[in-house]
């Protein structure tokens, strides 16, 4: 089993920054991919950002792309997300998963991940 607890969550008003980041511990393997995730009430958790495994690729939805950087740690148990010039709009929950055996055609597919964490609000007020 791999476990995910997200922090950094919190209030914040537009334009401003928060950091999360998400603690693997458990059976955790280096190969896994690890990516963002966001949802708001009545809407299907929707894909933010990608960080793969050898942290050497990215991937960001256009809604977040030049104001959010993911980033893993060298252990690649932590991931982070960099959360820059924030607008109300990115007001959710936001979660980290886990999986493996991605493709560019199922990596931001929610249903694809292994494991999820319990998810941190985030509230930008405007």
């Known amino acids: 089993q791999v476990q995910l607890v997200e922090s950094g969550g919190g209030l914040v008003q537009a334009g401003g920054s928060l950091r999360l980041s998400c603690a693997a511990s458990g059976r955790i393997r280096s190969m896994y991919n690890m990516a963002w995730f966001r949802q708001t009430p009545g809407k299907e958790r929707e894909f933010v950002a990608l960080?793969?495994?050898?942290?050497?690729?990215?991937d960001y939805a256009d809604s977040v792309l030049g104001r959010f950087t993911g980033s893993r740690d060298n252990a690649k148990t932590t991931v982070y997300l960099q959360m820059n010039s924030l607008k109300p709009e990115d007001t959710a929950v936001y979660y980290c998963?886990?999986?493996?055996?991605?493709?560019?055609?199922?990596?931001?597919?929610?249903?694809?991940?292994?494991?999820w964490g319990q998810g941190t609000q985030v509230t930008v007020s405007s």
């Open positions: 998963a886990a999986g493996s055996g991605l493709t560019i055609a199922t990596m931001r597919d929610h249903h694809e991940y292994d494991y």
């Open positions: 960080i793969s495994w050898s942290s050497t690729n990215t």
